[in-house]
């Protein structure tokens, strides 16, 4: 089995959820009582937050790239970034370190395209949703076409992610505006949606959505097994 790097925190709600989901499928695939070999180092994410919504993007490719190469340096054998906005630095970390870095978006590309969709809303932090770093690499490498959320519902999102969910607030009527933002998302022809937060999970289940869900998370954790295990 390789030993799995994981940068979390970003944020510890969600990088809970990465550990438990990555050990449960290590134990499905393996028996009892095995469980995946891993590392993860969790950043304290009020950091992160106060440095992306400075635009201070370089200051944070620095300090992933030196992370991931930390989790090289005391034996992972691949890496995972735990969140989606922070692959906006996935080309810069995978070109400092000697191991793979396993891109989220692929993960969630590959069950897109096993699901032979084409089209997908994405929902996720305004800087996911409206920079072209997910986006393009969708369209680019898998020809998948991406819709986000009016500009307005995209606001909704970033604010109920940062103001609620990285905090542990599950609430109803958040959940029901996402539920509105989907159906919105699907009349303007998507065929399926992205929760491309790994965060969304937390308040978004299949029983929420009128199309069908990628949880990026889940599909992210799944690969890094698969690769582990391979």
């Given at each position: 089995?390789?030993t799995i790097g994981l940068?979390?925190?970003m944020s510890w709600?969600?990088?809970?959820?990465?550990?438990r989901?990555?050990n449960?499928?290590?134990k499905?695939?393996?028996?009892e009582?095995?469980?995946?070999k891993?590392?993860?180092?969790?950043?304290?994410?009020a950091e992160?937050d106060k440095?992306?919504?400075?635009?201070?993007?370089?200051?944070l490719?620095?300090?992933?790239?030196?992370i991931?190469?930390?989790l090289?340096?005391?034996?992972?054998?691949?890496?995972l970034?735990?969140?989606?906005t922070?692959?906006?630095?996935?080309k810069?970390?995978?070109?400092?370190?000697?191991?793979?870095?396993l891109?989220?978006?692929?993960?969630t590309?590959d069950?897109?395209?096993?699901?032979?969709?084409?089209r997908?809303?994405?929902?996720?932090?305004k800087f996911?949703?409206?920079?072209d770093f997910?986006?393009?690499?969708?369209?680019?490498?898998?020809g998948?076409d991406?819709?986000?959320?009016?500009?307005?519902e995209?606001?909704?999102i970033h604010?109920?992610?940062?103001?609620?969910l990285?905090?542990g607030?599950i609430?109803?009527e958040?959940?029901d505006k996402?539920?509105?933002?989907?159906?919105?998302l699907?009349?303007?022809?998507?065929e399926?949606?992205i929760?491309?937060?790994?965060?969304?999970?937390?308040?978004?289940?299949?029983?929420d959505?009128?199309i069908?869900?990628f949880?990026?998370m889940?599909?992210?954790?799944?690969?890094?097994v698969?690769?582990?295990?391979?």
């Amino acid at each position: 089995m390789k030993t799995i790097g994981l940068i979390g925190g970003m944020s510890w709600e969600s990088s809970l959820e990465y550990y438990r989901i990555i050990n449960k499928i290590v134990k499905e695939r393996l028996g009892e009582p095995h469980s995946c070999k891993s590392i993860m180092y969790s950043v304290d994410f009020a950091e992160i937050d106060k440095l992306q919504h400075q635009g201070e993007w370089e200051v944070l490719t620095n300090k992933m790239v030196e992370i991931a190469q930390k989790l090289e340096k005391v034996g992972a054998d691949l890496v995972l970034i735990c969140t989606n906005t922070m692959h906006k630095m996935a080309k810069d970390v995978q070109e400092n370190i000697k191991i793979p870095l396993l891109h989220i978006a692929d993960a969630t590309a590959d069950e897109i395209k096993a699901k032979q969709m084409n089209r997908v809303g994405l929902l996720g932090t305004k800087f996911t949703m409206e920079q072209d770093f997910y986006k393009k690499r969708l369209k680019e490498k898998y020809g998948i076409d991406v819709i986000i959320p009016a500009e307005e519902e995209r606001e909704i999102i970033h604010n109920v992610i940062f103001k609620e969910l990285v905090s542990g607030f599950i609430k109803n009527e958040s959940r029901d505006k996402f539920k509105e933002i989907i159906t919105n998302l699907k009349n303007n022809g998507a065929e399926g949606v992205i929760l491309g937060c790994t965060e969304i999970p937390l308040l978004i289940k299949e029983e929420d959505s009128i199309i069908p869900i990628f949880n990026t998370m889940m599909l992210h954790a799944k690969k890094a097994v698969e690769f582990a295990l391979a």
